[in-house]
């Protein structure tokens, strides 16, 4: 499902099935060659998300971010269930800001999810660097009672610095 320069968008109560390390289950992204070059309050929710390089991208990538363009905003990634998935959930500026509420909560990575929740910037969408705005991961179930990897105590999915992801299941 690709949503580019829109607003005000569900994406609910659906089964999205890829092929092993396809490329994106859900994508948001900017384009220089569309007319509002700018995405405001989607919402990814209820979904059960497999099979896919990454389950949910936010790429801001295009335009000058000093006049508003290529900026992605309000962003809620829900209630979903991710299998099967290198990454689950990614936030990315590349030429773009991403600002405003960012949320990730309610999630379940299971069987096969590297990483969770990761955040990055130039493009980067192995969770190095930062975006504009604080990621709030909290409430997820990260495929371990211990919490998620890498940037957090345990041995779940990976969650990148700078996240906010307690507390978890």
């Known amino acids: 499902i690709i949503l580019t320069d829109t607003n005000d968008v569900d994406v609910e109560d659906n089964t999205i099935t890829g092929q092993p390390d396809s490329d994106q289950g859900v994508l948001a992204t900017t384009s220089s060659s569309g007319p509002v070059?700018?995405?405001?309050s989607v919402n990814v929710t209820n979904n059960n998300i497999t099979e896919f390089g990454i389950g949910v991208v936010a790429l801001a990538s295009s335009g000058d971010s000093s006049d508003g363009n290529g900026d992605i905003s309000n962003i809620?990634?829900?209630n979903n269930t991710f299998?099967?998935?290198t990454d689950a959930i990614s936030f990315v500026e590349d030429g773009g800001t991403i600002s405003?509420?960012?949320?990730?909560?309610e999630n379940s990575f299971e069987n096969g999810v590297d990483a969770g929740v990761l955040a990055g910037d130039g493009g980067n969408f192995d969770g190095s660097g930062t975006v504009g705005s604080t990621v709030n991961a909290t409430s997820n179930w990260w495929g371990s009672s211990d919490g998620p990897g890498d940037a957090g105590p345990g041995s779940g999915?990976?969650?990148s610095s700078g996240i906010?992801?307690?507390p978890f299941y």
């Not at 070059?37 to 405001?40: E, F, M, P, V």
């Open 164 to 166: 906010t992801f307690r």
């Open 157 to 159: 999915a990976n969650v």
């Open 76 to 78: 809620n990634v829900s």
């Open 83 to 85: 299998d099967n998935s």
């Open 37 to 40: 070059d700018q995405i405001s």
């Open 100 to 105: 405003g509420s960012l949320d990730a909560n």
